[in-house]
């Protein structure tokens, strides 16, 4: 088992930042973010694994920013130029044996933190 603990939500307005932060129990191959809207599908936004390969979503291609500290099972992302659209729960995310923007199982998930962006 791996405990994810996410930290960094909040409220911004349109255009604005946020930084979000994991840290979890042990070391994992992978960790990354998912975000769910009202009504939506969980979607994956962006993976590291542990080796510093990284992937994005299209949607968020050169805003976000994911990076991780293996020394201390850590890793954040950096949002930018966030838009109304992106208002959701914003979910850390890790497993052992690989890593993908998919809904799949297999995941270890924290409890969420709130992003929300007005306009």
């Known amino acids: 088992q791996v405990q994810l603990v996410e930290s960094g939500g909040g409220s911004v307005q349109t255009g604005g930042s946020l930084r979000l932060s994991c840290s979890a129990s042990?070391?994992?191959?992978?960790m990354g973010w998912f975000r769910q809207a009202p009504g939506k599908e969980r979607e994956g936004i962006a993976y590291?694994?542990?080796?510093?390969?990284?992937r994005y979503a299209d949607s968020v291609k050169g805003r976000f920013t994911i990076s991780r500290d293996n020394a201390k099972n850590t890793q954040t992302l950096q949002m930018n130029s966030l838009q109304p659209e992106e208002t959701a729960m914003y979910y850390c995310?890790?497993?052992?044996?690989?890593?993908?923007?998919?809904?799949?199982?297999?995941?270890?998930w924290g409890q969420g933190t709130q992003v929300t962006v007005s306009s």
């Open positions: 995310a890790a497993r052992q044996d690989r890593c993908g923007l998919g809904l799949e199982d297999g995941y270890y």
């Open positions: 590291i694994t542990m080796y510093g390969t990284t």
């Open positions: 042990r070391s994992t191959f992978c």
